[in-house]
């Protein structure tokens, strides 16, 4: 008998009323800390089956099953769609003008629902007390914090794990983990220089923001290649500079927007010093009159898997999905704001990636060599994960990840 015999037998069974539901949950994606209808209709499930249902930061909702002692389990779905314009031709595709679940958070949301309604019909099979989290708000990176800031922490018993999951566009059926970092740290940094406003025929009267900027924008390119150490990974992209607005006029300001990934909190640090020390370093060079001003948002904690519960859940998927459908997978540079939860508790967490690209799509482009231009990724107009078999991997991956530790033999 295998695990999926023992463990998570029929729950293929949920996926009659969840594709129905996905499709209406897709077709009426709600912007981050606006997941009205959503977080209603969770609240309404969750309350059905038998969860003690709470509310945090809004529209977050979690919902706790007490069955008896054992381990506390904490499994995560974000609820957030995103400011994309649909493109996907889909006859479920978004109703709504302008907003759109490119980013899979329906599917988490209707897998984690299926994980919980199976759990509590099968309270005979495992002990312990399972705790779903439905949060607002990933996209921003202002929802997991919502919660913790409304008394999350507080508010659920304290969990043991925590568990998460994000579809990509890899091949669907597989499920990917890695020990360690899987996300990356994530900062975004707004940079106001200051120059002297002129007459554009008149640069010697001027301190000038654009050569000030231009010069920033190029010596910030060091940072990594010549700073960072070449094993660490780090990104620092520079995604908008902005200053003036005509021809014939030297503005007195400049700004820069800029992107940082990282894996490791002390290369992220070492990074914001080198930043910081780069742009006073050119202001002074260029006679800037008045300091640089910094300001840090969207800042994305790192996402890093603990080992041993890494293991344990992906001896869990490698039971229930087969070794073939369970790979290593390479840390990923996007980033998630989920680890604040579990960094709030001081517990391990495991996050994994479920793949929604049909197989034979998905090796076609990889032998070809086009991954990257024949396969939409998350955020894009065009993506959309094969529903089935990836509803039913990422419903079967969230029961058994959790019960690997409720069904655990005690001792
Ligand atoms: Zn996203
Ligand atoms: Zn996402």
Redo the contacts with the bound molecule.
Sequence with gaps: MDFAENGTAGIEQELDWQVPLYEEVHRHPELGLAEHQTSAAVAANLARWGFDVRHFGGTGVAGVLANGAGPCVLARA?MDALPVTEATGASYASAIAGVMHA???DM?VVALLGAAKYLAEHRDTWQGTYTVLFQPA??TAAGSQAMLDDGLAAGIPRPDVALAQ?VMPTEAGTIGTTPGPVLSAGDSVRITVHGRGAHGSMPHKSVDPVVLAASIVLRLQTVVSRETAPGEFAVLTVGAVTAGATANIIPDRAELLLNLRTYSLEVRAAMIAAIERIVRGECAAAGSPQEPEFEYYDQYPLTSNDAEANARVTAAFTEAFGADAVYRTAPQT?S?DFSRIPDAFGIPYVYWVVGSVPPEIYRRAVANGTVDADIPA?HSPSFLPAVNPTLAVATRAQAAAALAYLAAQPG
Excluded: K, L, P, R
Aim: hydrophobic share 20%; glycine share 0%; aromatic share 0%.
């Design positions: 974000d980013c899979a958070h988490h990933e996209e994000h996007a998630e998350n």
